[in-house]
């Protein structure tokens, strides 16, 4: 597990209390409502119930029935009554319950909330979050484990957030609130009870210090991805993101006892996509490994490869590869071990790369 | 908020109640349409008397005033002007496509001139006529139909949704829209356009439903223009009517005779002013004709007969204003000299625009999709740039 990145360095100070991906998460919400009354929430199970995640646990019961409410259930028609809102003024933070069941709203997505901005040369622009819980590795059952970012990410219009930490889970929804793009911001579920020691307060002082601060570009405008290196190496980068960042992290470690050192680089933002920090890891290790959950198959693992071989080939000692789910839909609860990339797949993976010169 | 009909029938949203109790008649009462469909005006444009107009308790509809009505003429006449004019650009190959509603007018006129400046409209592909009634300049209008860009108007100054071309998703935007406001304690009205075939789309069902859930006040305005394309509305439902869906979500429905411009009219008035004074939606079904085909690339022969179109130039919505107008003395010669001048003028400045082709800048493309570019969007609009440079020096 990640414990900080290069963006919060302070944060596993004495007074730091174990906090879970999800209070995180929680907590970027409620400080949001909070400072912003154009902020609301809704979704399915949302209120009163706090979600099934009870990621907007006690949301309803704090700012009231008009800032975090249940919708009837149909996701397309969360997704733009949100984009009607964010039309006339407001911010909605929307909850797809699980990855596949954000398919009906598709439609308003990629037709339209995608492109409103676009359309409009620039004059309606939807602050909006589309928040989506993804995917496997807690035995879930069909419909409910996708690596779904692929769809999206191939959308312009989007920006695509997946945070791999606890601290990022909370700096990054902040971020996605106060973008004045659409934002698909893709939870990996199995994170969500993982803990780390995270001061919440601090990091809400952090945060908002920095959106004050008129010489860095503002808060959630970030048209450039901000990927982070989150372990140094000098012999091949772990490119990763979301879910996958924390099995790259004890690939490196396992790796490290075989004499390789490897770099992590945690990506956080497919869209706006960081080719600088891809371009500084793969040119200092001249060896890379991409690791994703999801299917191989016109993936964003796929785009991260191209790219590489675009932008940094002459830095190359060896073939890129990929470590990714395979082109299959996604398996049953007792089988998801053998899909999803795991540690020792990695270990093959880097053994399969060109060594010598 | 639920509450118990006489019958004991769970009625969602208490609005419903209070409003078909204050007209004493039950809640179902109230949200069916009438028997028949509300019209003012006969074929033949003489005033229909009141005893059958087709309201009812719960279902009457106030003639609107003099002044209203020669405005809405105006506009009938104007955009009447402005479909024929379109239609015959398009001919001339100067304008890529136009879905007329030549002779769904009266609809048009009644969407845009029902509505206070501070309501909202969301139109399809097919309500040019209503965005110009509601101020937008036809030349905006025309710049997606000639292929500048996707929309040419300021949706957030007019308050018009950019016309929508997939069917009914713009429904959901609107109930959106109506929420926000009704949050932060406006009084906004808006207004949801679609057409017959477009009442299949499932985001129908989620608007109307999204809509009576949360009370807001949403006028969902259906066309029924007997066609989606080639397919006749039998094709589409089996409901009675299209009015008739709305009780499914606890609201009321209503038909009206859509070539009738006083029906027309009198009907959505008063429906934005319940959905106003109430915080509630509603839904109104106009019967109504698409005159020519659902645009240049289609061949209404192939689906329908002439007769039919024949038949229905008898209820032109315009003629039968004007015969209307004329007889109750609030048209005359010099009032229509003064109209018919106004739409040639507006047709001329449509012709004049055509002509000249405008300057666009290639570049723009990638300088709307995100509110800052991407490093990946610069790089790739340099790239243009440069492409642009050597084509020129070529």
Redesign the interface.
Known sequence: MATATTTAPALAGAAAKPTTFAAALNTAMSDAMENDRSVCVFGEDVGTLGGVFRITDGLTQRFGANRCFDTPLAESGIAGMAMGMAINGMRPVIEMQFDAFAYPALEQIFSHIAKTANRSRGRVRLPMVIRIPYGGGVGGVEHHCDSSEAYYAHTPGLKIYTPATVSDAYLMLREAIDSPDPVVFFEPKKLYWTKEAVDLSDLRTQYEAAARDESAPAAGVGAEGRAVVVREGTDVSLISYGPSVSTALKAADAAAEDGISAEVLDLRSIVPFDDAALEATVTKTGRAVVIAEAQGFVSVAAEIVARIQERSFHSLSSPVKRVTGFDIPYPSPKLEEHHLPSVDRILDALDELQWED | MTSETQEGTPIQGSHIKETSSSFGITPEQYMLPAAQQIRMLGPDGQLIPEEAQGTSPGHEYPIPEDDALLAAYEALVVGRRVNDQNYALVRQGRLAVYPSSHGQEACQVGAALALGTGD?MFPTYRDTVATITRGVDPLEVMVSFRGD???GY????YKI??MST?LT?Q???????????K??GED?VVLAMCGDGATSE??FH??L??AA?FEVPVVFFVQNNGYAISVPLSAQTAAPSLAHKAIGYGMAGEQVDGNDMVAVLATLRRAVDLARANSMPLLLEAITYRMQAHTNADDDSRYRESAEVEQWKQRDPLLRMRTFLTERGVLDADAETRISGKAEEVAAALRLAMTTEPEMDPL?IF??????????LREQRAKLADELERSQEG
């Open positions: 909202w860009w996707h929309c300021d949706p957030l100054h949704s950019a997939p998703t429904l959901l935007h609107a109930v959106g829209v109506a929420h926000a406001a949050l932060r906004t499932g985001d989620e608007a439903n999204f859930v723009e300088d709307h999709v995100y509110a800052a570019p991407t490093a990946q």
